[in-house]
Nanobody, 115 residues
């Protein structure tokens, strides 16, 4: 099982990034996918969730209206489009696959928002 995040980097406030998480080794289309983030000295925070078929999404209040989660089950990939980025969005972003008692995590990708 592998979840590999990519697309992180450094961006100025107001900028955009698109994170990707490529999955392998399990039936991706059967799993709910989530993006979490963890800033230095803070607990890991749930950012966005998408249902297995992609028809339902949920967002943390802190990112609602700025971030969009999506998935392509044909490509076994989940995305997080991040717009209007703020310094407080700086964190390591992790993707997470969940189905019943199964849970898998990626290694994380750093996002830094700074002028």
């Amino acid at each position: 099982v592998q979840l590999v995040e990519s697309g992180g980097g450094s961006v100025q406030p107001g900028g955009s990034l698109r994170l990707s998480c490529a999955a392998s080794g399990f039936t991706f289309s059967s799993y709910v996918m989530k993006w979490y983030r963890q800033a230095p000295g803070k607990e890991r925070e749930l950012v966005a969730t998408i249902s297995s078929a992609g028809g339902s999404t949920n967002y943390a209040d802190s990112v609602k209206g700025r971030f969009t989660i999506s998935r392509d089950n044909a490509k076994n990939t989940v995305y997080l489009q991040m717009n209007s980025l703020k310094p407080e969005d700086t964190a390591v972003y992790y993707c997470n696959a969940v189905r019943w008692y199964d849970a898998y995590w990626g290694q994380g990708t750093q996002v830094t928002v700074s002028s």
